[in-house]
């Protein structure tokens, strides 16, 4: 069956440090794959999204690139900001299906 | 436009109690879904309407769970009765087109049974 596996959080770090949240897929056919983030008291916002292998979704200087042979869906930010703190959600849609398949959720927690 | 709206935003409940969770689409969309995440676990799929019809229902855990679009609009998720295991945070989301993962999320209902 289809599932993601993310790291698991919290992840803290220092304003302007280097993010990276893994993010790691299983699927049949060839899925689309995003990040989704939830800030505090708010619902979930599409962050960023690719639908093919190699292509590089990017939004706010986040930034993730469908690996088909790894089968991964990492998200990269080069300088993270307090305003950052969320939780950061990977998920995949399959071939023929509208419904997401999400990952656990890691929270990222960012001190000035 | 509105976003899509939820409510209540929290609710808590006894074991054994009815509970209505709303959802209020984007005017328009005639996709809208439900999702739930339980103790801080994977959001997950619940079900999918086309307008007032059910799409896709492979998600509703038991038939506690009720759900129902009346009129193409706005939804219910009524659960009946509340389990210790049905807390969780629900989500609704629409779009206007049944393309996979771009829909727009509500902020969710905190659903506490006790």
């Known amino acids: 069956g289809n599932s993601v596996t993310q790291m698991e959080g919290p992840v803290t770090l220092s304003e302007e440090a280097f993010l990276t949240i893994n993010c790691t897929y299983t699927?049949?056919?060839?899925?689309?794959l995003f990040w989704y983030v939830q800030y505090p008291g708010e619902g979930l916002q599409l962050l960023l999204k690719?639908?093919?292998?190699?292509d590089k979704g990017s939004n706010k200087g986040f930034e993730a690139t469908y690996r088909k042979e790894t089968t991964s869906f990492h998200l990269e930010k080069g300088s993270v900001q307090v305003s950052d703190s969320a939780v950061y959600f990977c998920?995949?849609?399959?071939?023929?299906?509208?419904?997401?398949?999400f990952g656990t959720g890691t929270r990222l927690l960012v001190s000035p | 436009e509105a976003g899509v709206t939820q409510f209540p935003s929290h609710s808590v409940i006894e074991k054994g109690q009815t509970v209505t969770l709303r959802c209020d689409p984007i005017?328009?969309?005639?996709?809208l879904y439900w999702y739930r995440r339980v103790m801080g676990k994977e959001i997950k799929f619940l079900l999918h309407?086309?307008?007032?019809?059910?799409?896709?229902e492979s998600g509703m855990p038991n038939n506690r769970f009720l759900a129902e679009r009346t009129g193409g609009t706005y939804s219910t998720l009524k659960v009946q009765p509340a389990e210790l295991e049905d807390s969780g945070v629900y989500f609704c989301?629409?779009?206007?087109?049944?393309?996979?993962?771009?829909?727009?999320f509500g902020s969710g209902t905190r659903l506490t049974v006790v």
């Open positions: 989301a629409s779009s206007q087109v049944a393309v996979g993962g771009g829909y727009t």
């Open positions: 699927a049949t056919g060839y899925p689309s």
């Open positions: 690719a639908t093919k292998a190699d």
């Open positions: 998920a995949l849609t399959n071939t023929g299906f509208q419904k997401l398949v």
């Open positions: 005017s328009g969309h005639d996709n």
């Open positions: 309407f086309v307008k007032e019809s059910k799409q896709d």
